[in-house]
């Protein structure tokens, strides 16, 4: 009877946050649970597991599920009494550096709230404002940082360890570190924040010094994270809060670098995502500003600047670089993995930008053009490859057919390869991505193509055999003294083969044949490495494996071009 | 192809420097034309000097000798099994085939005498039944001219002339794989032995492989399935279609049995250097099994 009860009214109580995972399996605890004590099975009919003995669990099963409704407006913020006594849909108004968020358009999730940010009212029969004037002071980071002012945002490293107005409900309770913690990691199968959560633990054991203020930010991150996991997220955000979500949930890192709290976009997505472009921009079909629009500012900015890029006029940006740099291996200096910095490299390009054809300009990669929508290459020898669209004179680089093409289409930072390079690529294939390659190295570069397969060879030999810097090698990439004395020192090393032990072939490769500060370029296949285990955590794995001897510059996930892969670009220490 | 560099008689050092534990007596690069051989069991190299060696080779090499080394490396990667596998693939597309044009044959035929189309279950027979011409006119069908027939003929022709190429193809990978792995066909039979040698990829492929490996090779949608998710894994993949586990009430030990004896037959057939059938042996593994 007592069971029936609890079964029915935990889901009546979840009804308002059904979709949330933990809220969901919380209430399947409490009505499987029998014979457990009455308040733990009651606290998790409440919110999400939360322990809040306060309540007299006895009030909530005398009530009818009817009532439920009306509470559950009462303790939304975003509803407010009118005068007739009703609660109508009315969220509350919130000021961050001038912007004003939560107009009625704005999407707020129900029944949340944050204590910085939102000014509500905090009088009133709502039970949850009520718990938030009570919290504990010290013992939680929150509870410091919450005695601090809130200060207008500044783009330096001191802004870490300042409140954000980001608030975890977690947190809040005095006992929640720990367990949000513990959450957060045991969370690691395929879930973002697992994921990244990992990543900041990864940070903490290599060493590195970081000050107190930072960890607290990170473990206060991860906890956050978690928290928007469980779907209980914040009602309204400020804007770094803001970024710091979306790139919290980003499926792919992406790896700035730190320089005393300045930070620069260099990267195509970076361009995309930073707010100096409008938003009216026009996006390619993968949902990106178009590049070619980035790649105009890009170099326009480079023009400026000749000889180094500045971060100056990129400021705005730099609280979303803040949230972002768990990727960074801080030991490299900022400038050292952006390649031709030569001012006459930038001034080459921008002088010879007028003589494009119709709709083909630069991108920030060397050698990789924008065509409409699309990317491509200048034909080294006139024909199609594999098939592709060919524009005078310019070949379209396929994303769904190149490994490479897609890290490009996805906005990958650098990769390395510009006129005149000395590539080794391993696993050619019939040579759809070789073929772009040798397109950007030119006559002056050479690409060594590397496949162990003699039927791929077969095609690889016949279509190379017009291009004078495709060097065919039939080899197996797991035996690199096999092929050492036809392989030079090179330049880049890009890998594309599935293979299960495939990152440790890859450093293999790079020991042999590398030159130090080369560039080495891991397409991963994940379902190869071990089709039963998540992608992410292999990604992760790999990334822990590479760091070994290399730096890892960049990194990408290739969906939708391909399913569970990853790109990585490194440099060899 | 292969190079080994030699420093002197206890340390080695590949291209790129590193050393390594095992190599020739003396420097041999050779590739193509150029060559540098050096006899230099008293001549220390540092590893900078042996990478120069070879990069000054790979510099100075032309393309068109990497082109040839490469054509010579696909040439004689060319062996039987190789053109076995291809036959065996033909003969499932000429399956395939036949099909689909026995399909659209039957539907033309069916217009001037449908009751002989019916009269046959097997295309192929039908087929050549129609080229034969000796059926019977009472029918219901139309009458066509004789224009219209040789029509339908010249159709027919090419689905009797595919069956006939199926039947040639599948006595030719019989003879080669009888002649290669006598033992193994003996116990596969040449029609689910080419199949598995297709699977595996190679022969070599195919003697490395567990019997696990081999019991369940065609099933690999299956398998995975199974890994990913935890569904039921499969009892057998191709080795299904013989015989005895055809025969069998207990086809998943039935097929476990089967795929160890075709490993060890396969086995003996790959590393024996003439093969040669051996009906003893063969009948010893088979007793349990019958």
Redo the contacts between chains.
């Keep these: 009877m007592l069971n029936a009860k609890m079964a029915r009214d935990s889901y009546s109580k979840s009804g308002s946050s059904r979709s949330s995972g933990r809220s969901s399996s919380s209430s399947g605890r409490s009505s499987s649970g029998g014979s457990s004590s009455r308040s733990s099975a009651h606290s998790s009919t409440r919110k999400a597991g939360v322990f809040r003995p306060s309540v007299s669990p006895t009030a909530n099963f005398s009530r009818k599920p009817t009532e439920f409704s009306s509470k559950k407006r009462r303790d939304n913020p975003n509803f407010k009494k009118n005068e007739e006594g009703k609660y109508e849909f009315n969220p509350p108004k919130v000021k961050e550096n001038g912007i004003t968020f939560g107009s009625q358009k704005e999407f707020v999730p129900r029944g949340k709230s944050t204590r910085f940010n939102v000014e509500h009212n905090l009088s009133g029969d709502n039970p949850r404002n009520f718990k938030q004037t009570d919290a504990p002071k010290g013992g939680s980071s929150y509870s410091r940082n919450s005695s601090a002012p809130r200060s207008s945002p500044s783009y330096n490293s001191s802004n870490e360890s300042s409140p954000r107005g980001e608030y975890s409900r977690n947190e809040y309770r005095g006992e929640s570190r720990g367990f949000s913690n513990r959450n957060s990691f045991s969370n690691t199968g395929g879930s973002h924040s697992g994921f990244r959560s990992s990543t900041a633990r990864s940070d903490t054991r290599s060493g590195e010094h970081r000050r107190d203020g930072e960890r607290r930010d990170s473990d206060r991150r991860d906890s956050f994270r978690s928290t928007l996991k469980s779907n209980e997220g914040t009602s309204v955000r400020s804007d770094a809060t803001r970024s710091q979500i979306r790139n919290g949930f980003r499926s792919e890192g992406s790896f700035s670098q730190r320089n005393e709290g300045r930070f620069e976009p260099r990267t195509q997505s970076d361009l995309r995502n930073s707010r100096d472009v409008p938003l009216d921009a026009p996006r390619n079909s993968y949902g990106g500003i178009k590049a070619r629009e980035v790649s105009k500012q890009a170099f326009k900015q480079d023009s400026i600047r000749q000889d180094s890029i500045k971060s100056d006029s990129f400021k705005q940006d730099a609280p979303a670089k803040q949230q972002r740099d768990d990727f960074v291996s801080r030991d490299v200096s900022p400038r050292s993995h952006i390649q031709s910095s030569s001012p006459s490299t930038y001034s080459r390009d921008t002088q010879s930008a007028q003589n494009y054809p119709a709709n083909i300009s630069p991108t920030r990669l060397q050698g990789v053009f924008n065509f409409r929508r699309d990317f491509c290459t200048k034909a080294l020898v006139p024909g199609s490859i594999y098939g592709e669209r060919i524009y005078d004179g310019y070949r379209i680089w396929d994303p769904k057919r190149s490994k490479l093409g897609a890290g490009i289409a996805k906005g990958i930072s650098q990769i390395g390869i510009k006129p005149g390079s000395v590539v080794l690529y391993l696993g050619c294939s019939t040579g759809t991505t070789v073929s772009h390659v040798s397109d950007i190295i030119g006559e002056s570069g050479k690409v060594y193509g590397l496949d162990v397969a003699p039927r791929v060879m077969r095609d690889f030999l016949l279509s190379m055999a017009p291009r004078s810097n495709v060097f065919p090698i039939m080899a197996d990439a797991a035996h690199p003294q096999d092929y050492a004395h036809l392989v030079e020192e090179v330049d880049v090393i890009f890998m594309d083969i599935a293979q299960r032990d495939q990152v440790s072939i890859f450093l293999k490769n790079c020991h042999a044949f590398l030159k130090p500060g080369g560039f080495g370029l891991l397409s991963l296949k994940s379902r190869s490495v071990d089709i039963s285990k998540s992608p992410k955590q292999i990604f992760m794995e790999t990334r822990a494996a590479l760091e070994e001897d290399m730096v890892i510059v960049d990194y990408k996930e290739l969906n939708p071009f391909e399913i569970d892969h990853a790109l990585f670009v490194c440099k060899k220490k | ?4 560099i030699t420093v002197n008689s206890k340390e080695h050092y ?3 420097g ?1 050393k ?1 534990d095992t190599a020739p007596s003396q420097i041999d ?1 050779a ?1 193509g034309s150029t060559s540098v051989t050096a006899a230099s069991r008293d001549v220390l190299l540092q590893p900078s000097e042996v ?1 120069a060696i ?2 000054q ?3 100075n090499t032309p ?1 068109d000798v ?2 040839a ?3 010579s ?2 040439r004689s ?2 062996t039987w099994d190789t053109l076995v596998m291809q036959a065996t693939k033909s003969i499932d597309e000429a399956d395939v085939s036949i099909n689909l044009l026995s399909k659209r044959l039957r539907e033309w035929f069916e217009w001037h005498n449908p009751e002989f189309s019916r009269s046959f279950s097997s295309h192929e027979e039908f087929a050549i039944a129609v080229i034969a011409g000796v059926y019977p006119q009472t029918t219901m069908g139309a009458d066509v001219s004789e224009a219209d027939l040789s029509a339908i003929f010249a159709l027919a022709t090419q689905v009797g002339s595919l069956s006939t190429y199926k039947d040639q193809t599948r006595e030719y990978i019989d003879k080669i794989l009888r002649v290669h792995a006598p033992n193994f066909t003996e116990v596969a039979g040449s029609a689910v032995g080419a199949k598995l040698l297709t699977s595996a990829g190679s022969f070599r492929r195919l003697a490395m492989l567990p019997a696990s490996t081999i019991q369940l090779l065609g099933a690999e949608k299956a398998l ?1 399935r199974h ?2 998710t935890g569904s039921k894994s499969p009892k057998y993949g191709l080795i299904y279609q013989h015989n005895f586990v055809q025969r069998s009430r207990k086809k998943g030990t039935t097929a476990r049995s089967l795929a160890n004896i075709l490993t060890v037959c396969i086995r003996k057939d790959y590393f024996t250097q003439n093969p040669i059938l051996e009906t003893q042996f063969v009948e010893g593994l088979l007793t349990k099994l019958r």
């Design positions: 192809m292969k190079v080994a590949f291209a790129d590193r390594v690069v590739l990478h070879v990069t080779i790979t510099q393309k990497y082109y080394a490469v054509s490396q696909i990667s060319v995975f890994l990913k």
